[in-house]
């Protein structure tokens, strides 16, 4: 499957817990979104890097999430010290040549 | 700041009709507008993109529209069938035309009737 690849797929943490998720985009994407969607809304973008640069940060992205993007590949996003409000689905998506985003499957957190 | 408004409840369309769904937007001027189709549990999966200086676009039974004036995007599935009930998400791209990230609708809940 040469899809986005995200992982964990459903994550499930205590609040204050640290979690980490990955992305895998399309090879040779060289642009990477996150996404947050909630039940019954949008995707709301956080971020996007081109290659391994951070681009843009939405001011939904608190002081408790950083995303990365090492070597232009992969990426991670971390939010520390976890609130029952972060629980939503994280999505990723990537970008080649056109404008069109392909999306992954996400990750559900569900922060108890 | 930006507003988009989708079909606020749940479409329902008996087989065969065409289905139209709508997003208006406020406070934006994006240089393109995109369809996705989402299912439940999964991600976004891109239809149709419709530039600015583009009317109407189509791609086998979807046809989406795109007034600039009204700031309106009508998007519509033409010989429905059941497999087309999925939630449908309009999202507005960058005005300068580039890739930032898009700025989602809540979506359209679209339910075709057997």
């Known amino acids: 499957d040469t899809g986005v690849s995200q992982n964990p797929r459903h994550k499930i943490t205590k609040r204050g817990q640290n979690v980490t998720f990955r992305c895998d985009p399309i090879?040779?994407?060289?642009?990477l979104y996150w996404y947050r969607q909630t039940l019954g809304q949008g995707p709301e973008f956080l971020t996007y890097?081109?290659?391994?640069?951070?681009?843009?940060k939405s001011r939904l992205l608190s002081d408790r999430f950083s995303a990365e993007r090492p070597k232009g590949s992969f990426s991670t996003l971390e939010i520390q010290r976890t609130e029952q409000g972060d629980s939503a689905m994280y999505l990723c998506?990537?970008?080649?040549?056109?404008?069109?985003?392909?999306f992954g499957p996400g990750t559900r957190l569900t922060v108890l | 700041s930006q507003k988009i408004e989708q079909n606020s409840e749940a479409l329902n369309i008996q087989e065969g009709k065409t289905a139209t769904l709508t997003c208006n937007y406020t406070?934006?001027?994006?240089?393109?507008l995109q369809w996705y189709r989402q299912d439940p549990g999964r991600g976004p999966v891109f239809l149709l993109l419709?530039?600015?200086?583009?009317k109407e676009k189509r791609k086998e039974r979807l046809k989406v529209t795109f007034d600039t004036t009204l700031k309106q995007s009508l998007f519509h599935i033409t010989a429905s069938q059941p497999a087309d009930s999925a939630t449908y998400l309009c999202?507005?791209?960058?005005?300068?035309?580039?890739?930032?990230?898009?700025?989602f609708g809540k979506g359209t809940h679209l339910i075709i009737q057997p």
């Open positions: 998506a990537s970008l080649g040549g056109g404008l069109e985003q392909f």
């Open positions: 090879s040779e994407h060289n642009r």
């Open positions: 890097f081109q290659n391994e640069a951070q681009l843009e």
């Open positions: 406070n934006y001027s994006p240089a393109y």
């Open positions: 419709i530039r600015e200086n583009e």
């Open positions: 999202a507005l791209g960058d005005s300068g035309g580039g890739a930032d990230g898009l700025t």
